[in-house]
Antibody
Framework: QVTLRESGPALVKPTQTLTLTCTFS??????????VSWIRQPPGKALEWLAL???????YYSTSLKTRLTISKDTSKNQVVLTMTNMDPVDTATYYC????????????WGQGTLVTVSS | NFMLTQPHSVSESPGKTVTISCTRS????????VQWYQQRPGSAPTTVIY?????PSGVPDRFSGSIDSSSNSASLTISGLKTEDEADYYC?????????FGGGTKLTVL
């Protein structure tokens, strides 16, 4: 059974760095073709893909946010970590992690999401 | 980079059929698979169509997907609409380095 769960602070202040952790089970990120992405959704707005890391430790980022994002993995812990620097109130959103494969980019399993509010 | 454009909202009556479009701004829609996700308020998205026209197990055959190279777009069609189909629907595709979501379509069944 595949599960993913996001964890991190519910509230961050402007200019701070956000660190989110995705802890997953039921698959291994060392399996060829496997990927984990971070996706966010501001309240009442659309989904936005942020970053992806694959089994081979290749990393891909949203063009508009790549200067602020870092994605990494700890295969032994079954975790993927996203950091986002210089947080702003417009970054207030529910942040999801989701599994996909490199072949067809279908997000077949999602976490329940974690709401991050940016406010002083 | 490319964008996926969806209508902001659609509405239809129960029992009818509705089609939601998703137009790719550059590059061929046929080059990379398109997925469709359903999202109800307060929940994570779930897949209703993957790889252009495949249904995950548990998704009724009232949901179907297609692509049209002439308009460079993908479509999600829901037939025999039920009130439970009322939700937001997102298309999604990719290229070699990016994953892209459409802006979402709010489906109202009334």
């Amino acid at each position: 059974q595949v599960t993913l769960r996001e964890s991190g602070p519910a509230l961050v202040k402007p200019t701070q760095t956000l660190t989110l952790t995705c802890t997953f089970s039921g698959f291994s990120l060392s399996t060829s073709g496997m990927c984990v992405s971070w996706i966010r959704q501001p309240p009442g707005k659309a989904l936005e893909w942020l970053a992806l890391i694959d089994w081979d430790d290749d990393k891909y980022y949203s063009t508009s946010l790549k200067t602020r994002l870092t994605i990494s993995k700890d295969t032994s812990k079954n975790q993927v970590v996203l950091t986002m620097t210089n947080m702003d109130p417009v970054d207030t959103a529910t942040y999801y992690c989701a599994r996909s494969t490199i072949a067809v980019a279908h997000f077949d399993y999602w976490g329940q999401g974690t709401l991050v509010t940016v406010s002083s | 980079n490319f964008m996926l454009t969806q209508p902001h909202s659609v509405s239809e009556s129960p029992g009818k059929t509705v089609t939601i479009s998703c137009t790719r701004s550059s590059g061929s829609i046929a080059s990379n698979y398109v997925q469709w996700y359903q999202q109800r308020p307060g929940s994570a998205p779930t897949t209703v169509i993957y790889e252009d026209n495949q249904r995950p197990s548990g998704v009724p055959d009232r949901f179907s997907g297609s692509i049209d190279s002439s308009s460079n777009s993908a479509s999600l069609t829901i037939s025999g609409l039920k009130t439970e189909d009322e939700a937001d629907y997102y298309c999604q595709s990719y290229d070699s380095t990016l994953r892209v979501f459409g802006g979402g379509t709010k489906l109202t069944v009334l």
